[in-house]
């Protein structure tokens, strides 16, 4: 593997509308931002990705991009954002933004114009198809915020487009030349102005089959799921190849993928040595206890799932390329909620996912508020909640014959709005986050859990995370941590991970006890050094390591 000059960064994911606002209107915005670049580096970030600031009118937070050049005055001004980027790079931080090129909104001018003239160019940017007799439509996939992927093209009652995720996200159509080219200006023209790159949308979508049709049914919707579509559609590398060589390359950029499902065989072109993209996320565990009927049937996840799914993705990847690694992003419930079982959720257990997310190897991502160990938030009814994939899933539960209480206590676990609730800066009204009325209701833990009381205390969450990002930029570790492989010691006990990082001339043991109850590891060698405990004793007799429910250790051994 080629040395990259982001390998040994770490990585940190704001969601404007919720990390701090400026001035008082409820909304997160840029001022608010720059305000806390300090913060951020003295937590050990290096990189910087917003969540999109495009104007947008908001139909799914943003991901719906009215204007690909300007910047929603919610969150400020080109100034602003300009601003931003030269403030990072006085501190020798890069700002990704998010690039959401699957789709734009159906109020970008681009779909009004195919509105006004669908067989003219701007229809052309799109899926625009004759409705069948009786008007049918065209097939019979199901979009990722429920319902048909088709609606009626606005002003045209015998036409439908297609919008794989919400009717307010019509998909772009990269078979399109021109469309491809509108893309890749766009993109030079935010890395001209200094941006240190992207994180990449939703891309598997933007390649689709050859022919389109319908596939058996899976629920009683008589829709079918994307994926279907999604598996037959080959070639996507052709317009990833084409991405990365008219942009991302030209300027040395960091891209990283939204990619959930690259065959094995597609790894080294997606993230080798000159892959479409820098890194891809891992969603390994992102993906644990699903169920194709919905969200109300997702199942706990469990210890030795997770476990193996993150040595699964680690030896997958092997010295291939870097994985970015998350423990949870604005897609995905609160990660120490998600993945530490119900009533286990404890500081040693916060800090464990963090060491494990640290110490693996790859590119570590923080979510704003992991880093607090900011929890999920329990909502009482749909009325609370704004995410427009949860309404879905609460329907799909109601349909399947949950009551609206059921509904949502399923359903609200992996609700998106969970990470989405303000940040939770300081125990003052509001967390903190704004002088006005947040947009969305802060979770109420801020009085216990927020960045102010963490601060002033060496043992939190906050200061540990501090500790695994300076760790992963020392001196003594860096190499090791950065690039050392990573060599899983099985345990019998299948609720404890046991890993060697080792580089040329050091080795780490990684041990990290995923239960509440005491184990005991088995040490081979010698152990030299301490070097990071999630807590204050260390009780290694006789060669065995004996370990605390959620203890999680790092030891520089022979
Ligand atoms: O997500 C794409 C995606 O497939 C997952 O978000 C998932 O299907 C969804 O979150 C289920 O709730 C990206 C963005 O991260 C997400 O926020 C956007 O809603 C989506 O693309 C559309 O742009
Ligand atoms: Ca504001």
Same mark, same amino acid.
């Given at each position: 593997m080629k040395k990259k000059w982001w390998h040994d960064k770490v990585a940190y994911q704001i969601y404007p509308k919720s990390f701090c606002d400026s001035n008082g209107d409820g909304i997160g915005d840029l001022q608010g931002i720059i305000s806390k670049l300090d913060y951020l580096k003295d937590l050990g970030v290096d990189i910087v990705w917003l969540s999109p600031i495009y104007p947008s009118?908001?139909?799914?937070?943003?991901?719906?991009?009215?204007?690909?050049?300007?910047?929603?005055?919610?969150?400020?001004?080109?100034?602003?954002?300009?601003?931003?980027?030269?403030?990072?790079?006085?501190?020798?931080?890069?700002?990704?933004?998010?690039l959401v090129v699957n789709h734009c909104s159906d109020e970008h001018e681009w779909f009004l114009k195919a509105c006004e003239d669908p067989d003219g160019k701007y229809g052309k940017y799109f899926y625009i198809v004759d409705a069948g007799q009786e008007d049918k439509l065209p097939t019979n996939w199901r979009s990722y915020f429920g319902g048909p992927a088709w609606d009626k093209l606005p002003g045209h009652e015998d036409k439908y487009y297609l919008h794989v995720f919400h009717k307010k996200q019509p998909d772009l159509n990269w078979e399109n030349e021109e469309v491809r080219e509108e893309v890749y200006k766009m993109v030079n023209w935010w890395l001209d102005k200094g941006l240190g790159g992207f994180r990449i949308d939703a891309?598997?979508?933007?390649?689709?089959?050859?022919?389109?049709?319908?596939?058996?049914?899976?629920?009683?919707?008589?829709?079918?799921?994307?994926?279907?579509?999604?598996?037959?559609?080959?070639?996507?590398?052709? $317009?990833?190849? *084409?991405? &990365? !060589?008219?942009?991302?390359?030209?300027?040395?950029?960091? %891209?990283?993928? +939204? @990619?959930? #499902?690259?065959?094995?065989?597609?790894?080294?072109?997606?993230?080798?040595?000159?892959?479409?993209?820098?890194?891809?996320?891992?969603?390994?565990?992102?993906?644990?206890?699903?169920?194709?009927?919905?969200?109300?049937r997702r199942k706990p996840v469990q210890a030795k799932e997770y476990i193996k799914a993150v040595y699964q993705s680690q030896k997958r990847l092997g010295d291939i390329g870097f994985y970015s690694n998350i423990i949870e992003n604005h897609d995905e419930p609160r990660g120490v909620s998600h993945y530490l079982p119900e009533g286990e959720c404890c500081v040693?257990?916060?800090?464990?996912?963090?060491?494990?997310?640290?110490?693996?190897?790859?590119?570590? $991502?923080?979510? *704003?508020? &992991? !880093?607090?160990?900011?929890?999920?938030?329990?909502?009482? %009814?749909?009325? +609370? @909640?704004? #995410?427009?994939?949860?309404?879905?899933?609460?329907?799909?539960?109601?349909?399947?014959?949950?009551?609206?209480?059921?509904?949502?206590?399923?359903?609200?676990?992996?609700?998106?709005?969970?990470?989405?609730?303000?940040?939770?800066?300081?125990?003052?009204?509001?967390?903190?986050?704004?002088?006005?009325?947040?947009?969305l209701a802060v979770n109420p833990n801020y009085k216990q859990i927020n960045v102010k009381a963490q601060q002033a205390d060496e043992d939190s969450v906050l200061a540990f995370y501090k500790k695994l990002a300076a760790l992963r930029k020392s001196a003594e570790y860096k190499e090791t941590i950065v690039y050392g492989d990573l060599i899983l010691v099985p345990q019998e006990d299948e609720n404890v991970m046991v890993f060697y990082r080792k580089s040329a001339d050091k080795t780490l043991l990684v041990a990290a006890n995923y239960q509440s109850v005491a184990a005991d590891i088995k040490l081979t060698g010698q152990m030299n050094k301490e070097v990071l405990n999630n807590v204050r004793e260390l009780h290694i007799d006789d060669g065995i390591l004996y370990m605390q429910g959620y203890q999680a250790v790092v030891l520089e051994v022979e």
């Amino acid at each position: 593997m080629k040395k990259k000059w982001w390998h040994d960064k770490v990585a940190y994911q704001i969601y404007p509308k919720s990390f701090c606002d400026s001035n008082g209107d409820g909304i997160g915005d840029l001022q608010g931002i720059i305000s806390k670049l300090d913060y951020l580096k003295d937590l050990g970030v290096d990189i910087v990705w917003l969540s999109p600031i495009y104007p947008s009118p908001l139909a799914d937070e943003g991901y719906d991009i009215a204007d690909y050049y300007g910047i929603d005055p919610r969150f400020g001004t080109m100034e602003d954002m300009e601003e931003l980027i030269a403030e990072a790079k006085k501190r020798d931080m890069y700002i990704l933004m998010d690039l959401v090129v699957n789709h734009c909104s159906d109020e970008h001018e681009w779909f009004l114009k195919a509105c006004e003239d669908p067989d003219g160019k701007y229809g052309k940017y799109f899926y625009i198809v004759d409705a069948g007799q009786e008007d049918k439509l065209p097939t019979n996939w199901r979009s990722y915020f429920g319902g048909p992927a088709w609606d009626k093209l606005p002003g045209h009652e015998d036409k439908y487009y297609l919008h794989v995720f919400h009717k307010k996200q019509p998909d772009l159509n990269w078979e399109n030349e021109e469309v491809r080219e509108e893309v890749y200006k766009m993109v030079n023209w935010w890395l001209d102005k200094g941006l240190g790159g992207f994180r990449i949308d939703a891309i598997i979508n933007i390649k689709k089959p050859e022919v389109f049709h319908d596939y058996p049914a899976d629920r009683a919707d008589g829709l079918c799921s994307i994926q279907c579509m999604l598996q037959e559609a080959k070639g996507i590398g052709r $317009f990833l190849r *084409e991405l &990365q !060589e008219r942009t991302f390359r030209l300027h040395d950029s960091f %891209s990283v993928g +939204e @990619v959930f #499902d690259a065959d094995e065989d597609e790894i080294t072109d997606f993230v080798g040595d000159d892959g479409y993209f820098s890194s891809m996320f891992d969603f390994g565990t992102a993906l644990l206890g699903g169920d194709p009927a919905g969200w109300y049937r997702r199942k706990p996840v469990q210890a030795k799932e997770y476990i193996k799914a993150v040595y699964q993705s680690q030896k997958r990847l092997g010295d291939i390329g870097f994985y970015s690694n998350i423990i949870e992003n604005h897609d995905e419930p609160r990660g120490v909620s998600h993945y530490l079982p119900e009533g286990e959720c404890c500081v040693e257990g916060k800090k464990m996912l963090a060491l494990l997310s640290f110490m693996v190897k790859g590119l570590p $991502f923080i979510y *704003e508020g &992991q !880093e607090i160990g900011m929890e999920n938030k329990t909502f009482a %009814s749909i009325e +609370e @909640v704004d #995410d427009c994939s949860t309404m879905h899933e609460y329907q799909v539960a109601l349909e399947a014959g949950l009551t609206p209480k059921q509904a949502i206590e399923a359903v609200g676990k992996y609700c998106r709005d969970n990470a989405r609730t303000p940040m939770q800066w300081d125990d003052s009204e509001n967390a903190g986050f704004t002088t006005g009325r947040p947009w969305l209701a802060v979770n109420p833990n801020y009085k216990q859990i927020n960045v102010k009381a963490q601060q002033a205390d060496e043992d939190s969450v906050l200061a540990f995370y501090k500790k695994l990002a300076a760790l992963r930029k020392s001196a003594e570790y860096k190499e090791t941590i950065v690039y050392g492989d990573l060599i899983l010691v099985p345990q019998e006990d299948e609720n404890v991970m046991v890993f060697y990082r080792k580089s040329a001339d050091k080795t780490l043991l990684v041990a990290a006890n995923y239960q509440s109850v005491a184990a005991d590891i088995k040490l081979t060698g010698q152990m030299n050094k301490e070097v990071l405990n999630n807590v204050r004793e260390l009780h290694i007799d006789d060669g065995i390591l004996y370990m605390q429910g959620y203890q999680a250790v790092v030891l520089e051994v022979e």
